[in-house]
């Protein structure tokens, strides 16, 4: 994968995170910078670990089928595109009592559930040539920043920029498993 290619991965995978940490921000009744910072610290070093765990277990994979190594990629990135693109096109509206600061535990689970995702663009990144250290830096670092800001500005731009972030991340991803199959198989 080529830098750009990484860099547009990092940012499809912080969007899912980012539409979490706006309802985050919509949740807190004066979100300060410090809990954003905090958010996004928590968020970003859980996506970075695991897609590490999944480039990990794709490794042990990857000599069996080494042969179908970017039809694997493209399936797993097509799919998570597609649900990422599915959750942003969802009409949820939950009303919840503002709170002051949200427990580690709950920001926790909550950045757990965002990695999931990167897990498996972790798992598809063992069957292609890619330096998962770099990937993985990069991932946290983006949803670092993109949680942070999703924090301080929820309660100004609501859950329709959280939506729209998510069905760009998902197109995204799917652009580049393309990239991925094209590349294997026409190259």
């Known amino acids: 994968m080529n830098f750009a290619s990484t860099m547009i991965l990092a940012l499809a995978m912080s969007t899912d ?18 809990e954003a910072l905090r958010t996004g610290l928590i968020f970003g070093v859980i ?7 999944g480039w990990a277990l794709g490794s042990i994979a990857a000599g069996f089928v080494a042969d179908w190594d970017h039809w694997i990629a493209f399936c797993l990135l097509l799919i998570l595109g597609i649900l990422m693109i ?5 009409n949820e509206q ?11 535990w709950l920001l926790a689970a909550t950045g757990f559930a965002t990695s999931i995702d990167a897990m498996a663009v972790g ?8 330096n998962i250290l770099i990937t993985a830096a990069a991932i946290g670092l983006a949803t670092l920043v993109m949680v942070t800001l999703g924090v301080m500005v929820g ?11 998510e069905i760009l991340g998902g197109v995204a991803l799917i652009g580049i498993g393309s990239a991925i199959l094209y590349e294997h198989t026409v190259m």
């Open 94 to 104: 939950a009303e919840t009592a503002p709170v002051a600061r949200h427990s580690f």
């Open 123 to 130: 798992v598809s990144l063992a069957f292609i040539d890619n």
């Open 86 to 90: 599915r959750n942003g096109l969802k």
């Open 47 to 53: 996506e970075a670990i695991t897609p590490l765990i």
């Open 17 to 34: 995170a980012f539409a979490a940490a706006v309802s985050k921000g919509i949740a807190l009744r004066k979100p300060h910078i410090s």
């Open 155 to 165: 309660r100004v731009i609501g859950t329709v920029a959280g939506k729209w972030a």
